[in-house]
């Protein structure tokens, strides 16, 4: 076992400096004149190799990246005093250097170097005081840069949501909210160490996309976060009837959507969180999305019979990111008995479903008065009044169109306060399953509330749909500023 030899890295967040143990051996001779160096660098946070590390001698060109099994080796060292420094994204996330004190190389030695990343123990106790930790062993910690410069991004502010248990077993929503330092660096102390939720960067009125974040190891949670100064935005309006802006820039996004078997998915749905353009997949599971905005982002992902998924991107202006390989659920059926009335109620309070449900303007279904078990969207909407449904004519999907208008018969359609962008006739079928629908809202004409009016379509029928996908997050988030 090597593990008896791994010491400290040398140098941890905020300069402060930890010794370093350097183990010795007499291995192969080295080239005449010069001196090698072997070892292994460790990554104690996720107890395993780090592979793709950089680790290089000081004052010379010699360098070497570690392979799979963390493992590097470096010949032709000239004689004399050099520090050894170790580079990967990791250290930049965690905010820390690893660079060793001083070491004598000596012509014709070999010698063993082993670099260990502090463990996540380790760094929560170094960056949190004894009374944060008191609150929960755990820390969140990470950069935020302007994904444009890369420059720190000053004046943001990261905002954490997630569900603290108590002793019965309740979930109540916490939010810790705090702003970067001059570095762009920030650290949230205090955490469960087991806890999952979401995380969103603020700066100057720029919010980055809503992204999940969690602690496994008991101590340490990573997650370094891009948002821009300033933002391009289509103005539209949001569910409560304020406006709301869509981002949009220069930034693009390809990918590949698969099953939990690796098969490609053709049509599924791909989006920004938020609005704004939408790709399907190709054939071979492919998709290319762009007019994005920079930062990090946050993607949705929408197929008949899989779950709703979203992924997290990073994302420049005038640059392709890759979302790599996105991998969808299959759906989880939905039991009847199974679902939390009073809590679905307070999420669609807060949506202001309930709100615009009393005033009578408009049709409403909820609760039981869904018909979960329908083949399909179209069908649940022949409950509602005044809307004409026909096939397509490809033996799946129907039309659903306004009885009330036959001159037009236009209906714009929002999906979780969305508006959805139709690619084909009756699509909606194909990606909003009736067993997560949890309220609709039909409205005819005038009696459309403003919020779901598009410019230039106030004659047209609104359906608005609100999914478990939806009501899940309003559960457990606070509404951010």
Not at 144 to 154: G, H, L, N, Q, W
Not at 412 to 420: A, C, I, K, Q, R
């Amino acid at each position: 076992m090597r593990a008896s030899r791994w010491g400290l890295a040398a140098a941890v967040v905020c300069c402060l400096i930890l010794p370093t143990r350097v183990a010795r051996a007499q291995t192969a001779p080295a080239a005449s004149g010069f001196s090698s160096l072997q070892g292994f660098v460790i990554d104690s946070i996720h107890s395993g190799p780090l592979a793709k590390a950089v680790v290089l001698v000081e004052g010379t060109d010699r360098s070497a990246v570690t392979d799979a099994g963390g493992h590097y080796k470096l010949d032709s060292i000239p004689p004399g005093k050099h520090r050894v420094a170790l580079l990967n994204p990791l250290l930049d996330t965690l905010g820390i250097q690893i660079r060793t004190p001083e070491l004598t190389f000596t012509a014709g030695e070999s010698r063993d170097l082993d670099l260990p990343i502090p463990s996540a123990q380790r760094i929560a106790s170094v960056l949190c005081t004894p009374a944060q930790r008191n609150r929960g062993p755990a820390v969140m910690i990470g950069f935020v840069r302007d994904p444009d410069t890369k420059a720190p991004a000053i004046g943001s502010k990261v905002s954490l949501v997630y569900d603290d248990v108590d002793l019965i077993g309740r979930k109540k929503p916490v939010v810790r909210e705090l702003p970067v330092d001059s570095s762009g660096f920030y650290r949230i102390c205090g955490l469960p160490g087991q806890m999952s939720g979401t995380v969103q960067v603020f700066r100057n009125g720029v919010s980055s996309g809503e992204v999940p974040i969690e602690v496994t190891n008991g101590f340490l949670a990573l997650r370094a976060f891009s948002v821009a100064k300033t933002q391009t935005t289509v103005v539209m309006k949001g569910d409560s009837g304020k406006v709301k802006r869509v981002a949009t820039g220069s930034a693009k996004v390809t990918g590949k959507v698969v099953n939990k078997n690796g098969q490609p998915l053709r049509d599924a749905r791909v989006m920004l969180q938020g609005g704004g353009n939408v790709a399907l997949t190709k054939a071979n599971g492919t998709f290319e999305l762009d007019s994005l905005p920079s930062g990090t982002q946050a993607l949705e992902i929408r197929k008949l019979g899989y779950s709703v998924t979203q992924v997290a991107v990073e994302l420049a202006a005038n640059e392709t990111a890759s979302a790599s390989v996105v991998t969808m659920s299959d759906a989880v059926p939905l039991l009847a008995t199974m679902r939390v009335e009073a809590k679905e109620d307070q999420a669609l309070s807060d949506l202001g479903y309930l709100q615009r449900k009393k005033t009578g303007m408009g049709f409403y279904m909820d609760g039981n008065q869904i018909n979960h078990e329908s083949l399909s969207f179209s069908d649940v909407m022949r409950a509602a009044p005044g809307l004409l449904i026909q096939p397509t004519g490809d033996g799946r999907t129907y039309v659903i169109s306004d009885a009330r208008n036959p001159a037009n018969g236009c209906v714009n359609f929002y999906v979780d306060g969305t508006l959805w962008q139709q690619m084909t006739p009756g699509d909606i079928d194909d990606y909003v399953r009736p067993a997560e629908l949890v309220a609709v809202e039909v409205y005819h004409g005038s009696e459309t509330p403003p919020q779901y009016q598009p410019p230039g379509q106030s004659g047209c029928a609104t359906i608005v749909a609100w999914t478990q996908a939806k009501t899940e997050t309003m559960l457990h988030k606070k509404k951010k500023p």
